[in-house]
């Protein structure tokens, strides 16, 4: 195993920053550079040993190295021209994209890593992190599901980025809780194209920085016992360190920070064949920089949780 040297586009962000801490956590992964607009020329920390220096992320002004892979963390509907530059500059370049622009692009190879093979492209889409949570919920039961699938989902400000908006502003949101888009979320769609067309899903953004809490009720094809529904959970992540499943539902704090999913709280309505459970996870980690990482692992034909704390 060669250590490979990563370039990372948009590092100034909070998931950029975690990137940034996994990859200097990973022996085989070297950050080669990092660019960005707003803080070019600045120093970045990357441990005690030393620093590099955040390089234009313009497009008239960026320097491509010879990095092997790219990842890119930018804003939604940015990425493009990013991956039209890289390509021209190294076509044998692996990028991994945690934007959505190419979430549902045949090109690109969409993978949550627990429930996709190894990688195989040199173009990876990073999946949302809502969409993630709701997919990790749905996967071990798809084959029992009936009908729609209702989630509600509430995640920290953290998930609105780190430039200033109503949905980041502490002031707006102390004592408040805002909901996302109501109807026909990207993640909705995301959810629907990638594991169950019948959902339905509804975002929030609460007065705290990061993690994920999402409620899902499902109807399932038959009357089932919330023991036996767990044991499919269960068996399903047996083998996937960073999945965690319990009888309790999740509590937000013991996956912030962290690289974990916790999936709990299974209860049956066996009247009308309703189920209803909790994930949680945290957005900035698992839900991007994580799965990233995991991601490129992937791609260099290493184990997905190589570096992953």
């Known amino acids: 195993m060669s250590c490979k040297k990563i370039g990372l ?5 909070y998931v950029g920053q975690e990137i940034i801490s996994l990859l200097n956590n990973n022996n085989d992964l070297n950050i080669g550079s990092v660019y960005s607009s707003s803080r070019a020329g600045q120093p970045v920390k990357i441990d005690a040993s030393g620093e590099i220096i955040y390089q234009d992320l313009a ?10 892979a790219f990842i890119l963390a930018l804003p939604n509907m940015k990425s493009q021209q990013y991956v039209d530059l890289i390509t021209n500059h190294n076509k044998e370049a692996i990028i991994v994209d945690l934007s959505s622009d190419h979430r549902f692009d045949k090109n690109w190879e969409y993978r949550i890593p627990e429930l996709s093979d190894p990688v195989s492209s040199k173009k990876i889409s990073n999946p949302g992190c809502y969409a993630s949570a709701m997919q990790f919920m749905i996967a071990p039961i798809l084959n029992i599901l009936d009908g729609p699938v209702n989630l509600f989902g509430i995640s920290g ?15 707006f949101l102390k004592d408040n809780i805002l909901p996302y888009t109501l109807v026909k979320h990207l993640h909705e769609k995301e959810v629907q194209t990638h594991s169950y067309p019948d959902i339905l899903f509804t975002p929030h953004v609460g007065n705290f920085f990061r993690g994920i809490m999402i409620t899902g009720n499902f109807f399932v094809s038959k009357p089932s016992d919330p023991k036996e529904i ?7 992540y047996r083998e996937m ?3 965690f499943i319990q009888e309790s539902p999740p509590n937000l704090q013991e996956v912030q920070n962290t690289s974990n999913v916790i999936i ?4 049956m309505d ?13 957005n900035l980690l698992k839900g991007a920089a994580t799965q990233a990482v995991q991601n490129l692992n992937s791609a260099f034909g290493w184990d997905d949780n190589a570096g992953i704390i």
Request: glycine residues 14%; proline residues 2%; negative net charge.
């Open 9 to 13: 586009l948009g590092g100034r962000g």
């Open 59 to 68: 497009l008239d002004k960026i320097d491509l190295g010879d990095e092997e």
């Open 157 to 171: 400000y953290s998930g609105a980025g780190a430039s200033p908006n109503q949905r980041n502003n502490t002031e």
């Open 230 to 236: 767990m044991n499919l959970f269960t068996d399903f």
């Open 241 to 243: 360190t960073l999945i």
């Open 264 to 267: 709990g709280g299974f209860e």
């Open 270 to 282: 066996k009247a009308t064949n309703r189920l209803t459970f909790c994930c949680a996870l945290d």
